[in-house]
């Protein structure tokens, strides 16, 4: 279960907290899973000939939901009211796009909104440091 505090990274008010938890979980319970099919196929399925179709559906999976994040970022600054913790997981998926070839600058608004993440300091430092995909022209 969720609470606002594993959900925002400040005060809210009660009547918010589901929308705002609801809204946090979207990238845990549905973007997050068709990675999965991606990059460990054999998970899914013993026999080696079934791996590729896994591999193909995970990722067009995987492109919808960077699609409504997408739309989800339209007219806003954070993907929530404020910044919050989804607002990193959802660089993560940013940069996992980007890793295996999506055409992620046509994401206009997630674009946008990733600029503005690697506008903080401290996402900088992490990138840094860990030498992250995003820092590539």
Known sequence: PFSRECCWLGPIAPVAEPAVCSLSGFPA???HPPVGHMWRPERYAAEPTALPSIQDAG??????YLEQIDAKLAGRRWFMDQYSVADPYLLVFYAWGKRIGLPMAELKNYT???ERMMARPAVMRV????QGVLLAA
């Open 127 to 130: 990138l840094e440091r860990e």
């Open 59 to 64: 990722r067009k999976t995987f492109d919808g």
């Open 112 to 114: 946008a909104w990733k």
């Open 29 to 31: 319970a549905l973007a």
